[in-house]
């Protein structure tokens, strides 16, 4: 199942606006690769696949998988709403 355009759009600025507001990111990139899984099984009811760079100093002493969950803690609801899948890249530091 392919989302319209205007639906994909609102749910890239949903994404970047709750990680913003959460994690307060010195580096966020999002990209949309929903297109990449057209036909995959998780992509039949319409939630997207997204990846994820973000380096903030909330993931300051954290591990990797702390990191990774206080993304998911961050994005709450859309997790079950918008996102079916999330490869993320959370870093602190940042590294150039």
């Keep these: 199942m392919t989302v319209p355009p205007d639906v ?3 749910r890239l600025k949903a994404i ?3 990680l913003e507001e959460a994690l307060a990111p010195v580096r966020l ?3 949309d690769d929903s297109h990449r899984h057209v036909g995959h099984a998780g992509a ?3 939630r997207g696949h997204y ?3 973000i380096a903030s100093a909330a993931f300051d002493g954290k591990t990797p998988l702390q990191r990774h969950r ?3 803690a961050a994005l ?3 997790m079950a709403t918008d996102i079916h899948a999330l490869s993320i890249d959370a870093e602190w ?3 150039d």
């Design 8 to 10: 994909a759009t609102a």
């Design 16 to 18: 970047r606006a709750v």
């Design 29 to 31: 990139e999002l990209r």
């Design 44 to 46: 039949r009811d319409g």
């Design 51 to 53: 990846s994820v760079r």
């Design 70 to 72: 206080t993304v998911y």
């Design 76 to 78: 709450g609801e859309l």
């Design 93 to 95: 530091p940042p590294r």
